[in-house]
């Protein structure tokens, strides 16, 4: 490496080997070439930044949330306990997520896990329906009231899902944005 004179050279940059730095270089890069130029930037400088930003464009990006937590946000008051019931439904049932990795607390939910997610809940409708068909005669809906029984059921269930997964996926945002040591 050849460093001109006057040229400053800033913390935590890297210079490659052969490289002639003609200009300043800023902090927490990495440059190379003839004359030296940077080519990205370390993991020190990235680290500073939020995880959702753009390095192109900065913080356009850093508000940026998924489906779930767009449809669910004006019940945010009650993420509390509903990302307690989850932790603990992930503690005590990790086979629930079979075949996906149960959710880990600092990422959203992924495919995997929606679809787990959902493939219990339409297990649950089954099984009631099963349970509802044993009923003795004069217990039993029909009719109007059977399909309603049916569309509140699954309305209840889609936004129990919703409910869940925006809850789940505004907390992992929340910890993506802390520091490593401090994601607890």
């Known amino acids: 490496m050849t460093v001109c004179t006057g040229v400053t050279i800033g913390a935590d940059t890297v210079v490659g080997a052969g490289a002639v730095v003609t200009r300043d270089l800023?902090?927490?890069v990495v440059a190379i070439g003839v004359?030296?130029?940077?080519?990205?930037e370390t993991a020190s400088r990235t680290a500073s930044r939020s995880p959702c930003e753009c390095p192109g464009t900065g913080p356009r990006y850093s508000g940026a949330v998924t489906v779930f937590d767009r449809l669910t946000r004006p019940l945010e008051r009650i993420d509390r306990p509903v990302n307690a019931f989850n932790d603990g439904t992930v503690?005590?049932?990790?086979?629930?997520?079979?075949?996906?990795?149960?959710?880990r607390r600092?990422?959203?939910?992924?495919?995997?896990?929606?679809g787990a997610y959902l493939g219990w809940s339409v297990a649950a409708f089954v099984v009631g329906e099963v349970v509802a068909a044993r009923?003795?005669?004069?217990l039993r809906s029909t009719g109007t009231r059977l399909?309603?029984?049916?569309?509140?059921?699954?309305?209840a269930g889609l936004a129990m899902w919703l409910l869940a997964a925006g809850a789940w996926d505004r907390r992992?945002?929340?910890?993506?944005r802390r520091p490593p040591?401090?994601?607890r």
Do not use: C, K, N, Y
Not at 35 to 40: F, K, N, S, W
Not at 135 to 138: A, G, I, R, T, V
């Open 135 to 138: 009923l003795p005669e004069d």
């Open 181 to 183: 040591g401090l994601r």
């Open 147 to 155: 399909r309603m029984e049916r569309l509140a059921t699954g309305v």
């Open 91 to 103: 503690r005590v049932t990790p086979w629930v997520w079979w075949p996906a990795s149960p959710p």
């Open 172 to 176: 992992a945002a929340r910890l993506r």
């Open 35 to 40: 004359p030296a130029r940077v080519i990205r």
């Open 26 to 28: 800023p902090a927490g």
């Open 106 to 114: 600092d990422r959203p939910w992924r495919a995997g896990q929606h």
